[in-house]
């Protein structure tokens, strides 16, 4: 079988592996991933004429079943592993819902999650995902984190007495590492932002009752050609090269192996669960997965992401609640937030793009992914990767190796990113 074996055998005391840190990563991270993106799946669902139950529904299965496969994954092979939605597959889907059927989508989903299940046990996808050099991806990555970083900046123009607080914040317990070690700096941000949004009163309370449960619906798909044409590869594109290509690239860079195939085969798993009730294909999430693991000891980063599943099976239980409730918050308290847990991710996927080897076919990549210019319906990030490749490939022809293959070159540039 491709599939990477299974870090075995299970820890004898898993608890041992979990503490404050890790589940003040893993509440940062699930701040992030039911704000912004959750946004979105809003936005889209509301244009596309889906009545409520039906986002709801989407909501539900886009965190309940992920987190399922995201604590199935990390146990096993004891690293964070955390699976949601993909985001540039759902505003992909957002123009097809204007002239498709609800239904005719899913069908698109389930097929969609077909072919990366098949893909990933073929072992095709560690295959092709090795012909890129690491470099250029980590430049990909550094393209589509960049606005994390802007939006911080922004977010003191557009908030400052909320902005300004949760950095000081920040700063000061990161420069003091045994207060760090009893409050991390990104919980003492959290904290100070959530006391500037209460002195405030920014806290915009929607209209209505607030608190109530999630109601799935499971949809009967239909097959259509035009669904399958227009869909099916340009989501499989984006979530097995770009989207998994950012969290394997951010998982490598921290030191970890990520499983290719294994990841590629339970995106298929969780796109056909979770396109039974309505959501978009699953993914391995970038920015979860850069949070989880860059602080911590390694061997324990996994804990997190079991903490963050958790977090989101309750959410994904009591969707309609908290997406009311953080929807709430001022857009600053969240950029400067998601700001801030970015800082050394945007560090270390720079110096992983610049370093050494295929410097101007990252820079190239850097600059496509940046722009953000979909083509034939497929994302920046990925023409950023076929760009990066091909200048590399024509300027920097000697970074291949001697046999000028890019499979052994993604091996060489692999290597010291992970150290």
Request: proline share 8%; charged share 10%.
């Amino acid at each position: 079988m491709p599939l990477e074996k299974p870090a075995l055998p299970l820890p004898r005391r898993p608890w041992s592996d979990f503490g404050p840190l890790y589940f003040s990563n893993a509440i940062v991270a699930f701040l992030f991933s039911s704000t912004g993106p959750l946004a979105i799946v809003l936005s889209v669902g509301s244009r596309g004429g889906l009545p409520e139950a039906d986002i709801a529904s989407w909501i539900f299965a886009a965190f309940l079943i992920n987190a399922l496969i995201t604590i199935v994954f990390s146990v096993l092979y004891r690293q964070p592993l955390v699976f949601l939605w993909s985001i540039p597959g759902t505003v992909l889907v957002g123009p097809a819902l204007t002239h498709m059927t609800f239904p005719e989508v899913i069908g698109a989903f389930l097929a969609t999650g077909l072919l990366m299940l098949v893909l990933g046990l073929t072992g095709f996808v560690r295959r092709a995902m090795e012909m890129v050099p690491m470099p250029i991806v980590m430049a990909m990555v550094a393209g589509v984190f960049l606005r994390f970083g802007v939006d911080l900046i922004f977010a003191f123009r557009d908030g400052f007495l909320i902005a300004a607080p949760m950095t000081a914040a920040f700063v000061l317990l990161s420069i003091v590492p045994v207060v760090a070690r009893l409050l991390p700096p990104l919980i003492g941000a959290l904290i100070a932002g959530a006391a500037a949004v209460w002195w405030l009163g920014n806290f915009n309370a929607p209209a209505g009752a607030i608190f109530s449960f999630a109601e799935p619906k499971l949809f009967v798909p239909q097959f259509s050609w035009a669904a399958m044409v227009e869909l099916v590869v340009p989501l499989a594109i984006t979530v097995l090269v770009v989207q998994n290509g950012q969290g394997i690239g951010v998982l490598t860079a921290n030191g970890h192996r990520p499983p290719t195939n294994a990841i590629a085969f339970g995106c298929g798993v969780g796109s056909i669960l979770t396109g039974l009730f309505g959501a978009v294909s699953t993914c391995l999430t970038g920015p979860v997965n850069a949070i989880l693991s860059g602080s911590g000891d390694k061997p324990r980063q996994y804990s997190s992401a079991i903490f963050f599943g958790l977090v989101s099976i309750a959410f994904g239980l009591m969707a309609p609640f908290f997406t009311r409730l953080l929807l709430a918050t001022p857009p600053a308290f969240i950029a400067t937030l998601a700001g801030l847990a970015m800082l050394p991710i945007l560090q270390t996927a720079f110096q992983a793009s610049f370093r050494e080897k295929f410097s101007f076919g990252a820079l190239v990549c850097f600059l496509v992914t940046v722009a953000d210019v979909p083509i034939f319906l497929i994302g920046a990030p990925f023409w950023g990767l076929v760009f990066g490749v091909a200048a590399s490939w024509l300027r920097e022809r000697a970074d291949f190796g001697p046999s000028g293959t890019l499979r052994q070159t993604a091996a060489d540039s692999q290597e010291p990113t992970a150290r």
